[in-house]
């Protein structure tokens, strides 16, 4: 989609007509001067791309309800509009099997999760206002999907919350390594996550690494695209040794998949394979 405002200058280069629920993508306008914008009721963080080319994420909770959602871009008085259709996507469902104290939380258990709850919560606040990233976003772990995106879950035979990552089965002990450059705003223990290990990537993008065997980094650290971050895992509430790697833009949890294809390096789909 490519909006323009008639020898203004002001372009809406690329914007995507529609996007699933989940799903994230990048809105590229052209502009000699500073560039505004908003997508539902929020405002969009412009970053330079290239010369008079200015770059913006969108993205769209896992729950979303399906439906236009209305996109504008201003620079100064110029002002463009566009529509973007949020899409029902189908997930599946997913049946687990697991011990009944990562399950039934009672007591200490129980504090200890809302405690955990609220500790990642406010790791994802104060974001840095501009991408710490350069280069395209990597693929942290190459392996088997084991869950996808989204999957409704039943465990121990009881509808439980949507899964809102993407597991990756490797060995216990595989690296696991940061998708991008980014800062470290969390790294700990947790019940259900495990070891967790979560990154700011700027403009509001996380990532997060769970189940983790152990991690290498702290709370602070400003780590490089490609640096291992700790080690495949079966700590919090895991069935076998897996990755768990999440994604959340501005508050919504989206599809890493997602990410890959809006920003991510060529080829990225070799190093994964499904359950067969």
């Given at each position: 989609?490519?909006?323009?405002?008639?020898?203004?200058?002001?372009?809406?280069?690329?914007?995507?007509?529609?996007?699933?629920?989940?799903?994230?993508?990048?809105v590229e306008v052209q502009a000699k001067g500073k560039?505004?914008?908003?997508?539902?009721?929020?405002?969009?963080?412009?970053?330079?791309?290239?010369?008079?080319?200015?770059?913006?994420?969108?993205?769209?909770?896992?729950?979303?309800?399906?439906?236009?959602?209305?996109?504008?871009?201003?620079?100064?008085?110029?002002?463009?509009?566009?529509?973007?259709?949020?899409?029902?996507?189908?997930?599946?469902?997913?049946?687990?099997?697991?011990?009944?104290?990562?399950?039934?939380?009672?007591?200490?258990?129980?504090?200890?999760?809302?405690?955990?709850?609220?500790?990642?919560?406010?790791?994802?606040?104060?974001?840095?206002?501009?991408?710490?990233?350069?280069?395209?976003?990597?693929?942290?772990?190459?392996?088997?999907?084991?869950?996808?995106?989204?999957?409704?879950?039943?465990?121990?035979?009881?509808?439980?919350?949507?899964?809102?990552?993407?597991?990756?089965?490797?060995?216990?002990?595989?690296?696991?390594?940061?998708?991008?450059?980014?800062?470290?705003?969390?790294?700990?223990?947790?019940?259900?996550?495990?070891?967790?290990?979560?990154?700011?990537?700027?403009?509001?993008?996380?990532?997060?690494?769970?189940?983790?065997?152990?991690?290498?980094?702290?709370?602070?650290?400003?780590?490089?695209?490609?640096?291992?971050?700790?080690?495949?895992?079966?700590?919090?509430?895991?069935?076998?040794?897996?990755?768990?790697?999440?994604?959340?833009?501005?508050?919504?949890?989206?599809?890493?998949?997602?990410?890959?294809?809006?920003?991510?390096?060529?080829?990225?789909?070799?190093?994964?394979?499904?359950?067969?």
């Open positions: 989609m490519t909006l323009a405002t008639p020898a203004l200058g002001l372009q809406l280069r690329s914007c995507p007509a529609s996007l699933g629920q989940g799903e994230m993508a990048v560039v505004t914008g908003g997508f539902v009721g929020e405002p969009l963080f412009f970053f330079p791309y290239a010369p008079d080319l200015y770059r913006a994420l969108i993205g769209v909770d896992l729950e979303a309800e399906p439906g236009p959602r209305g996109l504008q871009v201003a620079e100064g008085e110029r002002v463009l509009r566009a529509t973007v259709m949020v899409k029902r996507r189908p997930f599946g469902l997913q049946r687990l099997n697991l011990p009944p104290e990562m399950v039934e939380l009672r007591g200490e258990a129980l504090r200890r999760v809302r405690r955990e709850k609220a500790l990642i919560r406010r790791a994802l606040l104060g974001t840095k206002p501009q991408p710490l990233w350069r280069r395209p976003f990597l693929l942290p772990l190459r392996g088997r999907i084991t869950g996808a995106f989204g999957l409704q879950r039943l465990i121990n035979g009881r509808f439980r919350s949507r899964h809102t990552g993407l597991d990756i089965a490797a060995p216990e002990g595989t690296p696991v390594v940061a998708t991008n450059d980014g800062v470290v705003v969390l790294a700990s223990s947790l019940y259900l996550e495990g070891n967790t290990v979560i990154m700011d990537h700027g403009l509001g993008l996380y990532s997060f690494y769970l189940h983790l065997k152990e991690f290498f980094v702290k709370r602070g650290q400003r780590i490089q695209r490609g640096k291992v971050l700790g080690l495949v895992g079966v700590s919090g509430r895991a069935s076998g040794p897996h990755l768990h790697w999440g994604v959340v833009l501005r508050g919504k949890r989206v599809d890493p998949l997602s990410l890959l294809e809006a920003l991510g390096e060529q080829g990225w789909k070799r190093g994964l394979s499904r359950r067969p």
